[in-house]
């Protein structure tokens, strides 16, 4: 199957600092991909969708201007934590859809920590 | 919006018995999606399932999806340690594309 590589798989940080994650297609090319933020022992929440040259789409309640994404090639998309605080701290994951079918494939996740 | 029910909250059973997780929405769903999610990992794709009464197997899990396609359940004969971990199931979200939405999951414990 499809492999999604995430970098890194965790990071402890200091408030007010900021994060960057990279979500890499190892091979297939990924047009679109999703990024999820899930806290301890809850579900997988869409935080926004990654479109390869052109802006994301964030779901509501989702500060465009905290978590800021890019799309540059068709293997590669960024999440940036802008200005991290405490209640940012969580588990994000991000996933590409395989070139054929519908399911997700996912990286295997960046678990931050914000001191 | 839509919203998917997804029953019980928590499971812990002994090796051997069975287990059954259930997704209820309240709307169609065009399909629905299954996958499991391993304490500290990511979520892994079982199946995938599209037709009005559906049932498949893998092993000892058997999927099946309702009638009316509102409803989904997840069932592991004789279950093993293995087999420990949250599963979810996961539906379309809107909007087209592969965006999906996941229920919220039921964490599956095995005891020997």
């Known amino acids: 199957g499809a492999v999604v590589s995430q970098h890194p798989s965790w990071v402890i940080c200091k408030s007010g600092t900021s994060v960057k994650i990279e979500c890499r297609s190892l091979d297939f090319q990924a047009t679109t991909m999703f990024w999820y933020r899930q806290f301890p022992k809850q579900s997988l929440m869409l935080m926004a969708t990654?479109?390869?040259?052109?802006?994301?789409?964030?779901e509501q309640g989702v500060e465009k201007d905290k978590f800021l994404i890019n799309h540059a090639s068709l293997t590669l998309s960024t999440l940036t934590v802008t200005s991290a605080h405490p209640e940012d701290s969580s588990f994000y994951i991000c996933?590409?859809?395989?070139?054929?079918?519908?399911?997700?494939?996912f990286g295997s996740g960046t678990q931050l920590s914000v001191l | 919006g839509q919203q998917v029910m997804q029953i019980p909250q928590y499971q812990h059973v002994q090796e051997g018995e069975d287990f059954t997780t259930y997704c209820n929405s309240s709307t169609t769903l065009s399909n629905i999606q299954w996958y499991k999610q391993r304490p500290g990992g990511h979520p892994v794709f079982l199946i995938q399932l599209v037709k009005s009464g559906e049932v498949k197997k893998q092993k000892r899990l058997t999927f099946q999806f309702g009638e009316a396609k509102k409803n989904s359940s997840l069932h592991i004969t004789a279950t093993q340690t293995t087999d420990v971990g949250t599963y979810f199931c996961a539906f379309p979200g809107g909007g087209g594309g592969n965006k999906l939405t996941f229920g919220t999951g039921t964490q599956l414990k095995v005891e020997l």
């Open positions: 990654s479109n390869e040259g052109s802006k994301a789409t964030y």
């Open positions: 996933s590409a859809a395989g070139v054929k079918d519908e399911k997700l494939f």
